[in-house]
């Protein structure tokens, strides 16, 4: 076999050897940077209770150093010399990001200084134990494949000794962790992941070129583009740090470190069985993307990111926009219609053709004691549920309990409120909204309030009788409201503008010669018969 493929030696000699060097790297690291307080200190986003080394990634990069050195020593330099130019340039970058992140686990630094697309992916979700090594090293075995199967020896030795150190390291990381990659680990990780993917995958079409090194680093990809989103989605500055990482989704559903890191490594063992299905086959493309996609759909919607639940609502909500366009042009139509009447029965017969139309269950008009004919100094510590209901509209077999209640108010000129329409919208539906209330709020309520004003007569009918209105449409069970008769109604501030007699009028009353024409007061027959005199 070994006649077939003399490049496995290589391949196995230089696992052995990156795993053996990185474990005892690792340890000796641990303790020195716990000595020298290299730790990661514990805060609100933090999974860790006790402070952990955190400068790991200097092992991983000592440990793959020699293992080269020890590898082309024992192979000889051509081991590595295919695709050398390639290699060089990715190892230098690589110890260049390295260096960086170093200096960040030692000082750290801002945020947007270390953003490098892939190469900041593994630092993001490098917040859970044994997380970000464990995806890289799913990703270099999905790289490994890759490299080898289109004869790239030199790339493919680089990961299989890159993924030797990563699992010497894997020792001490893995939860509950000893010690952490840090930036000088994750972005080095990082950085050797992106450029050793596009190195392997360079013999395949373009397509495939792009679709295995992103399949293969799909859980790091993920997360930064959901982190991304998010930020974006709630304006929120994309470098700022949050708890809402996938691992920190996962721990907050339940599941204990261990078992999140567990899960992930499944997901990134799927995604890295995906890359390789892309490697010899590019038939199956559409589709391994294609079931990928659904995959990510369904994991994304199980963790309940809210800022894509609020999305997803909107969206939604721009389906509806018809139903949306056709409720406010009849709202508006009613408002229009309600602006020509002089009669109030025929004002309310209008509101409750018009809600029943639309999605309301219930709809009240409400007014102060002193406005329909009560004692205005009882106002003044009154609540808004002891305005009186003078209109009331419901659906049958209709359960309020579940329902939102709007109330919006009616004012005089002089600001001075005078009741309410109040209305009930069932708050369960899913296309519940009040965001497009405007032509209600803004062009019903005016007119209806604008009538109310003009053509309400103060109440001198019997207490009983007062809660009857519009042609008796009180509730079941409401209960009645004792109302003073109009003789000892106190004037409201709206009516202090209004004169107190007209040509042919009665000084003592303001009564105008035809002032009473076209306005309307209710008579216990339920009828509206002329006003005798104006308000005063």
């Not at 840090?182 to 079409?205: E, N, R, W």
């Not at 003078?390 to 600001?415: K, N």
């Not at 009741?419 to 965001?435: F, M, N, P, Y």
Request: glycine share 10%; hydrophobic share 50%; aromatic share 6%.
């Amino acid at each position: 076999m070994f006649s077939q493929k003399p490049e496995i030696p290589l391949y196995l000699f230089g696992l052995v050897v990156a795993l053996c060097f990185s474990a005892a790297l690792t340890f000796v690291v641990r303790e020195v940077a716990r000595r020298a307080g290299l730790v990661d200190p514990c805060d609100e986003r933090k999974v860790h209770v006790n402070p952990v080394p955190r400068i790991g990634g200097v092992a991983i990069v000592l440990a793959v150093a020699l293992a080269m050195t020890a590898t082309m020593v024992v192979f000889g330099t051509h081991a590595i010399a295919a695709n050398g130019r390639g290699l060089a340039t990715v190892i230098g970058g690589a110890l260049a990001m390295h260096v960086v992140g170093l200096v960040d686990d030692v000082r750290p630094m801002r945020a947007r200084w270390k953003f490098v697309g892939i190469t900041n992916a593994f630092n993001l979700i490098d917040g859970l134990d044994g997380l970000a090594a464990g995806a890289a090293l799913f990703a270099l075995t999905t790289m490994f494949v890759v490299a080898s199967s289109n004869g790239l020896i030199g790339a493919a030795t680089v990961t299989i000794i890159l993924a030797g150190a990563t699992v010497g390291f894997l020792c001490f990381n893995f939860p509950p962790a000893s010690i952490f990659l840090g930036d000088s680990g994750s972005l080095f990780l990082g950085f050797m992941l992106a450029g050793i993917g596009l190195l392997g995958s360079q013999k395949s079409p373009t397509v495939i070129a792009v679709a295995i090194p992103i399949v293969s680093l799909g859980l790091p990809v993920l997360d930064t583009a959901l982190a991304v989103a998010r930020r974006f989605l709630r304006g929120q500055p994309i470098f700022a740090a949050d708890r809402a990482h996938i691992h920190h989704r996962l721990l907050s559903l339940g599941h204990s470190p261990r078992n999140v890191a567990l899960l992930l490594y499944g997901a990134c063992a799927l995604l890295g069985l995906g890359g390789m299905l892309l490697v010899n086959d590019s038939a199956y493309v559409a589709v391994v993307l294609l079931v990928i996609g659904l995959g990510v759909g369904l994991a994304v919607q199980r963790l309940r990111y809210y800022e894509f639940e609020e999305l997803g609502r909107l969206l939604r909500r721009g389906v509806h926009q018809r139903k949306t366009i056709g409720r406010n042009v009849r709202i508006r139509e009613a408002s229009v219609r309600v602006s020509d009447l002089t009669d109030l029965d025929r004002v309310f017969d209008t509101l409750e053709e018009t809600f029943a139309q639309d999605r309301f269950e219930s709809a009240e008009v409400r007014l102060r004691r002193s406005f329909v004919g009560g004692d205005q100094s009882a106002d003044v510590h009154r609540r808004l549920d002891d305005d009186v209901p003078v209109w009331a509209w419901r659906r049958s077999d209709v359960t309020l309990a579940a329902c939102w209640e709007i109330r919006l108010p009616f004012l005089a000129a002089s600001g001075e409120r005078i009741g309410s329409l109040v209305l009930w919208q069932d708050g369960r539906a899913d296309d519940t909204s009040l965001g497009d209330m405007h032509a209600i709020a803004h062009d019903l309520r005016a007119v209806v309030q604008q009538k109310l004003i003009a053509l309400w007569e103060p109440w001198d009918l019997e207490p009983e009788a007062a809660i009857a209105v519009a042609g008796d449409r009180a509730m079941p069970g409401e209960r009645s409201v004792s109302i003073p008769r109009a003789v000892d109604r106190t004037p409201l501030a709206i009516e202090k503008d209004r004169p107190n007699a007209g040509p042919g009028g009665n000084p003592s009353t303001g009564a105008t010669g035809d002032g009473g024409a076209g306005r309307s007061g209710r008579t216990s027959s339920g009828s509206f018969r002329p006003r005798s005199a104006p308000f005063t």
